[in-house]
C-alpha cells in the first residue's frame, strides 16, 4: 500500500484529508508544526496506525529529520500553511517573509527531500495546496496570495521536470471552507465573501479531502501541473 504524508494534518482540512486517505486504505504520515496533542487526537479516530511527525517545514534540519523518521514516501500533500492578513501599508516585513516561509518555501523543501525516492521508484504523486486567492488575489492578503501564486508557478514547474518519472505534481485551490481560519473571518466581511460564491455556501473540508485523493488516485495518473480549484463557482 502507498505511504503517504500529510502536511499541517492537525488542521481542518489536514485532518480531512487524513481521515479519506485513511478510509481509503493508505499508510499514514501526519505532521503538525507544535500542535502534537491535536495530532495525536486525530489519530485516536484512524482506523489504523499512523506515524506523527512534528516540526517547522521552513527548516532544513526539521525537514530532514522528519523524512528520517517518515521514511519512503509515495504521495506528499503538502497542505501546512498560515495567515498574516493585513494591508501592505500595515504589513511589517516579518509578517510577509513568515508567510512565504511557512507556505512557500516549505513545499520547496518537503519536495526537494521526498523526490529523490519518487524518482528511484518511478512513481509518485505530490499535491500542493494552494489558494483560490493564488488565482484571484485578495486585499489584504498580499503575502498570502503571493506565497499560493508561488506554489501554483512551482508546481507547474515541477511537474514538466518529473513528468517522465511516473511522477505527478498538482494544485488544489480551495476557496472559502469550513475551517478555524475562515472562522476568525469577521461577519460582515464573510458574508460579502459568500455574495460571490454561486453556490452560497461555503465548501466543507470533506470536499477538499476528496480532491486530493482524487489526485493520488490511479484515475488521475494523465492529469499533472493542474489547478483544481474546489471553491462552488468563484
Known amino acids: 500500500m502507498k505511504r503517504v504524508l500529510i502536511t499541517g494534518a492537525s488542521g481542518g482540512i489536514g485532518s480531512a484529508i ?33 506515524i506523527l511527525v512534528s516540526g517547522d517545514l521552513s527548516k532544513e534540519e526539521d525537514v530532514e529529520r522528519i523524512a528520517g523518521e517518515a ?12 495567515t498574516r492578513d493585513g494591508l501592505l501599508l500595515t504589513m511589517k516585513p516579518d509578517d510577509f517573509d513568515a508567510v512565504i516561509a511557512a507556505n512557500l518555501r516549505s513545499v520547496y523543501l518537503m519536495s526537494h527531500k521526498m523526490l529523490r525516492g519518487m524518482i528511484k521508484r518511478k512513481w509518485g504523486r505530490i499535491i500542493n495546496m494552494a489558494s ?7 486585499a489584504g492578503q498580499a503575502n498570502y496570495a503571493a506565497s499560493k501564486a508561488g506554489i501554483i508557478g512551482f508546481s507547474k514547474s515541477l ?3 518529473v513528468a517522465s518519472r511516473g511522477i505527478t505534481v498538482n494544485c488544489i485551490a480551495p476557496g472559502m471552507i469550513e475551517t478555524e481560519m475562515t ?12 455574495s460571490q460564491i454561486p453556490m452560497k455556501r461555503m465548501g466543507r473540508p470533506k470536499e477538499v479531502a476528496a480532491a486530493a485523493a482524487f489526485l493520488a488516485g490511479e484515475d488521475a495518473s494523465y492529469i499533472t501541473g ?9
Open 183 to 194: 472562522e476568525a473571518i469577521p461577519e460582515k466581511a464573510k458574508t460579502a465573501l459568500l
Open 18 to 50: 487524513a481521515g479519506e486517505f485513511d478510509r481509503r486504505g493508505y499508510e499514514l504520515v501526519l505532521h503538525c508544526h507544535k500542535n502534537t496533542a491535536k495530532l495525536e487526537e486525530l489519530k485516536s479516530h484512524l482506523t489504523q496506525d499512523a
Open 132 to 138: 483560490v486567492s493564488g488565482i484571484y488575489g485578495n
Open 71 to 82: 521514511g519512503d514516501i509515495d504521495i506528499l500533500v503538502n497542505n501546512a500553511g498560515i
Open 226 to 234: 493542474s489547478v483544481l480549484t474546489v471553491d462552488g463557482g468563484m
Open 159 to 161: 511537474a514538466k521536470e
